[in-house]
C-alpha cells in the first residue's frame, strides 16, 4: 500500500509505503492521509498491509487479528465517521468471508477494492448532482480541503467545480489557507491551480472582507460527519464561514457522501471534536510564532448547525431543509 | 531614536537604533513598529533623526527639511489615522516654530516628547474609562495587539485588562493569532502572559467555536481609524468577529483614543484599505506553504460598521450609538 504524504506537499511529493498497521495509524493521525472519504479508503487498505495469510493457523486466527486492527485503527482520529464507517463494511465482509485464511485476505481485499471504487463513482455523482450550482463568472469560496486529495479523483466539496471546468465553465474560487495545518494553501489552491481553475488564496480571517466586497457568490465545503438532523460537522473554521454566510445572505453548500451520514447522531452535539496537539497552533512547520508553553486550545473540527446549511449535496441529489427525513431515507 | 524589532517577538528582543528617516519609513513599513497610536509617536520622533540643525542655513531650510520628511513618513502606511494625526500635529508646531534651526529641532522634539507623554495618559484613561466593562471569571476575547506593544505602557484595547488584573480581578482571554503576520500570538498572546494574565491563544477561524461553546463574555479590539458615522477600520478579522459577536449576542467593545477618530471620513467605505505583500499569505513565519506565485488577496484591515460595534471606549468615556453627534463632540 502507498500513501502520498500530504504534509509535504505542495513543496515535495513523496510516496511512502506503508508497511505496518502502525504506520498507518500514525499516516492516519499525523494526516498525511486526511479527508473523510480517503481515511476511510486508507483504513479498509489498512487492515491488510503486512498480513501474510501464511503466518496464520487458521480462519479464526486472522480474523481475530484483523478485528484488532480495526479496534485500534478506529482510535487513529474520532471525528470523521467515514473511517469507522468504511472498517464497518471490513468488518460485516470478515465475518462473511470464506474458510482459510488467504481467502479470508482475498475477500476483505475484494471490499477495500469495491470501497475505493464505490467512491469514484460517488464523487461523479456529486459532480453531476452540484453541476447545476456553478454558474459562469461565480466567485465561490472554500475551506480546507475537500478535493481530490481528500478522496479520489474529482474530491467531494470540489467534484462540481471539476466538472464545471471540464464542461468549459469559468469561474473563479477564493481558497481559506485554514490554519492551523494550512489544508487550503498547501493542497486546495495546489490542485486547483494545477488543474487550471483561477485561484485566490485568503487567511482565513479575510473571507467577512471578500464577502462585505460583495466577492463571494457561493460556499462550498466538504463534512466529516452529518448528524441524523443535518448538523454538520468540518473543519475547524466551516461555523463561522457559515454565520458569515447568514448574514450576508450568500448560500453555503455542504459536500457530502452518505457515507458521512451519522443516523446515529441525533444533532451535532453528540459528535466528539478531536483536539489536536497545542504546538499546531504555537507554529508551522516547526517554526514557532507563540511563547513557548502557552496555553492553545486546538479543536480540529467544528459542528454547523442544520438551520445555517442551505443545502446538502449528496451523490443522490441536492437536500434541502428539513434534512431529517431525506437523511433517513438515504441511508436506507 | 531606539525602536524595539516587533517583527522578531517573542523570540527575541532586539532593539534597533534607527539612524535616518527612510530606516524610520521602513520600520513602520514592515511593521517592527505598529499599532496605530505607537505608529504616530514614531513617525514624530521620526521627524528629528539624524537632523542636525549646524547642516542648515536659515530656519526656512530646515522647516523644508521637515516638512519634506513628514510628507514622506506619512506614505509608509495609509489605514491608521494616527500617522497622520501625528505628524499633523508636528507640522502645526513646525509653523509656529522660532527663529533658528536649532529652536525648530527642539520645539518640535518637545512636541514629540508631548505626544509621547499625551499617549500614556490617554490610555491610563481608556484602563479607567473600560474598567468597569472587566467582570471577575469573565472570558474575553481580542485580535491582533492594542496593547504594551501598540502604544506606551498599558495600550488601548488591554488597558482595561490590565488596570483589572492590577485590581485583583481575575479573568481569561483568548488571543486570535491573527493571521498573516501573527501580532495575537507573538505580541498579545507575549505581553498578556509575562504580565500573569491567564491566556489561551487560538487560531483565528476558531473564535466561532469558542464562541459557540459559550466560552467567551466580552470581545474587546483597538482600532486604525473610526469614522465619523462610528464604522471602524480595524486589522484584518475584525469584521468577522463583529459578525460573530452579533450572532452570538455577544458584547463588542473598540477601545479607540481620540486621536483615532476621523472626521473627515463620513462612513468607513471612504477608509483606504492597505494592501499588503503576498508572501505574507503564501506562507508562515518564513516558511512558505502556498504554491509559488498563487493568487493572493491580503487586506490588512477590515471595516465593521458602525451597527455592529456594542461601545467605543475613548479616553473621555464610552460611547454608545448612535455614535455620530458623540464622536464630533469629542473631538471638539
Sequence with gaps: MLLLDQTRLPHEIKIEPQKSV????????????????????????????????????????????IANRAEYLETARPTAVNLAWALNRMRNRLHQSASNPASVRASLLQE????????????????????????PGMNILTHCNAGALAVS???????????????????????????????????TAWELD???????LI??????????????????????RVAANGDVANKIGTLGLAILARHFKLPLYIACPSSSIDLDMQTGEEIEIEQRDPDEVRGF???????????????AFDVTPA???????????????????????LCK
Design 112 to 135: 477495500a477494492r469495491l470501497i475505493h471504487a464505490e467512491d469514484r463513482q460517488i464523487c461523479q455523482a456529486i459532480a453531476e448532482q452540484g453541476l447545476h450550482l456553478i454558474k
Design 203 to 224: 487567511c482565513d480571517n479575510m473571507a467577512a472582507y471578500v464577502m462585505s466586497q460583495g466577492k463571494v457568490d457561493l460556499i462550498i465545503t466538504g463534512t466529516d
Design 22 to 65: 502502525t504506520q498507518v495509524w500514525e499516516s492516519i493521525r499525523q494526516l498525511k492521509v486526511r479527508g473523510a472519504p480517503a481515511i476511510g479508503i486508507a483504513a479498509a487498505y489498512g487492515l491488510l498491509v503486512d498480513l501474510d495469510p501464511a503466518a496464520f493457523a487458521d480462519r479464526d486466527a486472522i480474523v481475530q487479528e
Design 307 to 329: 438551520n445555517l446549511v442551505t443545502g446538502i449535496l449528496t451523490e443522490k441529489g441536492l437536500l434541502t431543509p428539513p434534512y431529517g427525513p431525506q437523511l433517513a431515507d
Design 285 to 299: 512547520a516547526g517554526v514557532r510564532a507563540a511563547p513557548e508553553n502557552i496555553n492553545v486550545l486546538n479543536p
Design 194 to 200: 494545477q488543474s487550471g481553475i483561477d485561484v485566490t
Design 153 to 187: 479523483e474529482l474530491g467531494t466539496a470540489l467534484a462540481p467545480l471539476y466538472l464545471a471546468r471540464k464542461k468549459g465553465i469559468s469561474f473563479h474560487v477564493y481558497v481559506d489557507e485554514t490554519r492551523p495545518l494550512l489544508q487550503g494553501s498547501r493542497l
